[in-house]
């Protein structure tokens, strides 16, 4: 038989200040439990003069509460460790080894829970600096700011061998059936290089650019695709955002772009190096 959900600490003292001017049925009313619950905790008080439950019966808890606290420690120091590890690190000292299962429960216990990892771009200090004082500088921009800037990137697609998983609802009879299969080639298929802009709620040009992108073929980007999107999405004196890839930085690209900022044009706004996550383009 499986034993009933416990009563809180409120609804137990509830019931015994209402029992001195209510029937059971009034009671059972008002807390909303069975007539049984009532009798029982009536019973209860009379007996042992308190409103707490019995013990209930169980196994013993496998660890001590110093072992609680090396596990949360250990777990803590070192954040790669997994339960078996932790496991393993505590069975060394204990007469009775426990599973990892133990371990699992003790984690969850102090809400530490296993996840993985995310991913992130290893940055070196200078980098670090360089990020921390960009974000210092346009921590009091507003949503008007935000949309005078023309984000822009370059990106590849595949065109076949997708890495990424793909969830697919399907009946047990349609696991090979042409829409819930993801098609694959030999040697990893085919790609698309593709150069795109976008502000606020509007895109720009997309351009898809053939073979290897070069400072030559960014500068006509910049000529036929950037700047007449950008004037044409925000206006005159937008500012334009690329990142510090090497064709972007190139001499020819710099010295075009300075001639469109002395005539207010554009202005070209210093990006941080190593820092795609503050690009909302690699969302798009």
């Given at each position: 038989m499986t034993r009933g959900k416990e009563l809180t600490v409120e609804k137990r003292s509830s019931i015994l200040?209402?029992?001195?001017?209510?029937?059971?049925?009034?009671?059972?009313?008002?807390?909303n439990v069975s007539q049984f619950v009532v009798l029982y905790m009536i019973k209860n008080f009379m007996n042992t003069d308190t409103c707490s439950s019995k013990q209930q019966a169980?196994?013993?808890r496998k660890t001590t509460k110093d072992?609680?606290?090396?596990?949360?420690?250990?777990?803590?120091?070192?954040?790669?460790?997994?339960?078996?590890?932790?496991?393993?690190?505590?069975?060394?000292?204990?007469?009775?080894?426990?599973?990892v299962t133990t371990v699992k429960k003790r984690l969850l216990e102090g809400t530490l829970r296993g996840c993985i990892a995310i991913k992130k771009l290893f940055l070196k200090p200078q980098n670090k600096v360089k990020q921390l004082q960009w974000a210092n500088e346009h921590a009091n921009w507003t949503i008007s700011d935000c949309e005078?800037?023309?984000?822009?990137?370059e990106s590849k697609f595949e065109v076949f061998g997708n890495k990424l998983r793909v969830f697919v609802q399907q009946k047990p009879n349609e696991k090979l059936l042409h829409q819930c299969v993801i098609l694959t080639v030999k040697h990893g298929g085919d790609s698309v290089?593709?150069?795109g802009c976008f502000r606020a709620n509007k895109v720009g040009s997309?351009?898809?650019?053939?073979?290897?992108?070069r400072k030559e073929q960014y500068l006509k980007i910049l000529q036929d695709h950037a700047v007449p999107s950008g004037t044409k999405l925000i206006g005159e004196n937008f500012i334009f955002m690329q990142d510090n890839d090497p064709k972007h930085s190139a001499k020819v690209c710099q010295n075009y772009l300075k001639q469109l900022e002395d005539i207010n044009k554009l202005k070209v706004i210093q990006w941080p190096p190593q820092s795609p996550d503050l690009n909302p383009i690699e969302k798009l």
């Open positions: 200040i209402l029992k001195k001017g209510y029937s059971s049925w009034q009671i059972i009313a008002k807390v169980g196994p013993p072992e609680d606290r090396y596990i949360h420690t250990l777990s803590k120091t070192n954040k790669c460790m997994t339960a078996s590890e932790i496991t393993h690190e505590l069975n060394w000292s204990r007469e009775d080894p426990m599973g005078r800037v023309l984000w822009t990137d290089m593709l150069w997309l351009v898809k650019i053939d073979g290897i992108l």
